[in-house]
């Protein structure tokens, strides 16, 4: 056993970065971001010449609120990061779970869960992933664990990043578009999706065997752990003052009626209240975002935009309607319809794309349960966007971290984590979120 401790302990001392060949395959992985953007902008400029749509008109009612609420509520959570809470809380979470697999699945996915649910999904996995790479590493984790671990943290994130109107890109699309209202999505879907968290959890917590070792690798691992974050500064004193600041941002959306103060309002004034807090403790700010996923989700937008304004999608709705006359099966069939596109084409299309089709159902005999018509709609999307690795807003982050974080196997083998290693747990995420979602939705209806 102390031979064991000792060659882990060596792994993470002496891990050093390869140099590896630039290929051409990775060379076109790396800029998939930037040929999406660049191919949604020009399908949707063509589109809409082919359909005699003027450009200026499609970006006369674009939904720049959505870009918005987007780019301060990353900035917001950015601030967030740099305080040290999060590390702090993963580190007890750690600590809580003695090391134990199944333990750290099931506490580091809930609070995946919780987090993805106030921040945005991105965001989310970056500040707890290091904390757990230190974990893992110096754990005795085979390939079946590293993949499923993280499988459930990729699913979770979309859970929870669903379970509120702010979580990630598709609940702001949902919010902003007229057809609930914030404290009607929040207290329809965050019961829904904590349910659908607890089952996923639950799932992949059975396929992890419990330990029958003495934990000594374990305690080590927590251990290494405390050492590594032991110097971790925690600025309680602006992190009070920034919970203010969200907490009101939160009120200001739930009970502000949108003609009046626009959601993209309150977040700009909230994101401007905490910088001043930031500047008045002398807090040295570093804001850094990804400009690509802002332009990826500009690009949905005004490709979705250009859709819109063919009104090809009105008469989805419209044939839809007339040949499905149960309401009940009218949501479910596009439920999945929904999930399908968002599994294909990632959830940020689907999101976009399938919003002006909800909207017209609303608009129809189904008025009255537009609450529960948007919840829907989020929870086919999340089930979608769990079905393969692209699927997922933080799909592409997760995979390169993973694999450059070079977990390695008892035999010293590193554990590569992908696309493939993913399929055959996303297949099982979708159908168990898609399986609640469908469940739930016949039962209220």
Request: hydrophobic share 55%; glycine share 6%.
């Amino acid at each position: 056993m102390s031979s064991t401790i000792a060659a882990k302990t060596n792994v993470i001392q002496s891990a050093r970065p390869e140099s590896r060949k630039f290929t051409l395959p990775a060379g076109i992985r790396n800029s998939a971001s930037l040929i999406l953007i660049a191919a949604m902008f020009m399908a949707g400029t063509i589109l809409a010449l082919c359909f005699d749509i003027p450009v200026k008109s499609v970006m006369g009612n674009y939904s720049y609120d959505v870009l918005v609420i987007l780019i301060s509520m990353e900035l917001f959570t950015n601030l967030i990061a740099q305080m040290g809470i999060m590390q702090l809380l993963a580190i007890k979470i750690a600590q809580l779970s003695k090391g134990q697999k199944r333990l750290c699945l099931a506490m580091f996915g809930g609070m995946m869960f919780l987090i993805s649910s106030c921040l945005n999904n991105i965001t989310a996995v970056m500040m707890i992933l290091p904390v757990i790479f230190v974990l893992l590493k110096t754990l005795e984790v085979d390939r079946r664990y590293v993949c499923i671990f993280f499988a459930a943290i990729l699913v979770l994130s979309n859970t929870g990043g669903a379970a509120s109107p702010i979580g990630d890109f598709p609940a702001i699309v949902i919010m902003t578009s007229g057809i609930t209202s914030f404290v009607s999505y929040l207290t329809h879907a965050f019961p829904l999706f904590a349910l659908t968290s607890v089952v996923l959890i639950a799932v992949w917590g059975l396929q992890v065997k419990k330990e029958q070792d003495d934990g000594a690798v374990r305690s080590l691992a927590v251990s290494n752990l405390k050492s590594q974050y032991k110097n971790i500064e925690i600025r309680f004193d602006v992190l009070r003052w920034l919970a203010l600041i969200f907490a009101a941002m939160f009120l200001a959306w739930s009970f502000v009626p949108q003609q009046v103060v626009p959601p993209e309002v309150i977040a700009v004034l909230g994101y401007a209240a905490a910088m001043v807090i930031c500047s008045i403790k002398k807090i040295k700010v570093v804001q850094l975002m990804d400009l690509k996923s802002v332009l990826t989700i500009a690009s949905f937008l005004f490709f979705a935009q250009v859709i819109s304004q063919t009104g090809l999608l009105n008469l989805v709705a419209a044939y839809l309607q007339t040949n499905i006359h149960d309401p009940r099966l009218l949501v479910m069939a596009i439920m999945i319809i929904t999930s399908v596109v968002a599994g294909v084409f990632s959830a940020g299309p689907a999101a976009a794309a399938m919003m002006p089709v909800i909207v017209e159902i609303c608009r129809g005999p189904l008025g009255a349960q537009s609450d529960w018509i948007a919840v829907a709609y989020a929870a086919a999307i999340c089930a979608g966007s769990s079905l393969f690795m692209w699927s997922a807003t933080a799909g592409f982050i997760l995979y390169g971290k993973v694999n450059a974080a070079e977990i390695e196997e008892e035999g010293g083998e590193k554990v590569s984590w992908g696309a493939g290693q993913y399929l055959k747990y996303g297949f099982v995420n979708y159908a168990v979120q898609l399986s609640i979602a469908l469940a739930v939705i016949a039962a209220v209806l």
